[in-house]
């Protein structure tokens, strides 16, 4: 049974740092790409990282570039996603997914599987 399981969510004041973690069982990461994704109220959810042993990456959306870091420890079955210089924009439910065959590396559609999700709340 393939199961994500986030973590490393919580509360933190603007310019502070979070790391999150996505835990990934049932699978190996050699076969699948790991995205990264983020639903603020109201909104879509959105893709803003990318992370595959096979074909490349990682790759950000805009928004996050320069402040998010996203790295994998394969003998972890594990990847991480480094959040600094957070804003209150970066305020979302975060969700890691995986994905077999991903080409539209940031389409939700793409991935089969997906995380619970964790919240990150960033204060002003």
Excluded at 53 to 78: E, M
Excluded at 90 to 102: I, M, S
């Amino acid at each position: 049974e393939v199961q994500l399981v986030e973590s490393g969510g919580g509360l933190v004041q603007a310019g502070g740092s979070l790391r999150l973690s996505c835990a990934a069982s049932g699978f190996s990461f050699a076969d699948y790409a790991i995205g990264w994704f983020r639903q603020a109220p109201g909104k879509q959810r959105e893709g803003i990282s990318y992370i595959s042993s096979s074909d490349g990456g990682p790759y950000y959306v805009d928004s996050v570039k320069g402040r998010f870091t996203v790295s994998s420890d394969n003998a972890k079955n594990t990847v991480y996603l480094q959040m600094n210089s957070l804003k209150p924009d970066d305020t979302a439910v975060y969700y890691c997914a995986a994905g077999k065959k991903v080409q539209l590396v940031f389409s939700r559609y793409e991935y089969e599987y997906w995380g619970q999700g964790t919240q990150v709340t960033v204060s002003s």
